[in-house]
């Protein structure tokens, strides 16, 4: 039975949202998740609280949580090396997630600084996570297509795999920032990559409208993707994403469709129905 690895990332659902939610709530959903089987949780981040004011307590949040009986490793995303430093005195803290632009613009937006600049801030982050015995995740925003006028084709993305490989990324996640890939691309780019990377873990994290999750996955799984990002419900998202139904890639829908290959995600039934219900108490009254 092929195995799958399944991101649950709360910290992507939870990180847009303006009401703040309280650092206990926080701790008791993703405890929650935590029972459930996923190979990662991906439950907050280390960035300016000016730029991210919902993800201020993610060090009191990972304080309260129990990680005595769960097999789930933690992530959370840095943007600098301040971040990396800060996660880095964690040692509940698996790995540390750096967002890798192939677009200046989105850069720009999103960390604000350059493509270059971004290459030395992973440059240090990498030295970092060394030190602290911790893995760098990097995600190649983008990864899909650039609604935003920077060149952009499948070969920009394959030199941009060999850059980070060579720097010794060793999981790199493609990431569908905007919810603008189609299963063309998705097929083609994890056909081409897996075979010429066999040291890189390929992850994806899509972005979906509700009718195109399956299309987007089965293209990704057919073509050897065996690491999925996903929120309960599709919760969260990008908020420069076009279309308001974009949102991430509905973990229950993984699940679903792992089940229907009988490929083996080590998800426990009641434990994820009991953390879906969590989330309800949580995004339909803060979001």
Known sequence: MEKVKLIECPRDAMQGIKTYIPAAMKTAYIQSLLRCGFDTVDFGSFVSPRAIPQMRDTAEVLE???????????????????????????????????????????????????????????????????????????????????????????????????????????????????????????????????????????????????????????????????????AIQGFGGCPMAKDELTGNMPMEKLISYCNSVKADSNIRAMSFESAYNEALKIFPVYG
């Open 64 to 230: 309260g949580l129990d990680l005595s009986s769960t097999q789930s490793k933690l992530l959370a995303i840095v943007a600098n090396e301040r971040g990396a430093q800060d996660a880095s005195v964690f040692p509940q803290i698996d790995y540390l997630g750096y967002p890798f632009s192939i677009s200046e613009n989105f850069q720009m937006r999103n960390t604000h600084k350059t493509i270059a600049e971004s290459i030395g801030v992973l440059e240090r982050i990498l030295a970092i996570a060394g030190r602290s015995d911790k893995e760098v995740v990097a995600y190649l925003s983008m990864g899909f297509g650039n609604p935003y006028g920077d060149p952009w084709d499948v070969s920009i993305v394959g030199e941009w795999t060999q850059k980070l490989s060579s720097m010794g990324i060793r999981i790199l996640s493609l990431s569908d920032t905007i919810g603008s890939s189609t299963p063309e691309v998705i097929s083609y780019l994890f056909q081409e990559l897996i075979p010429l990377y066999p040291g890189i873990e390929f992850g994806a994290h899509l972005h979906t409208t509700p009718d195109s999750w399956f299309e987007k996955v089965d293209a990704a799984y057919r073509a050897g993707c065996r690491r999925f990002d996903g």
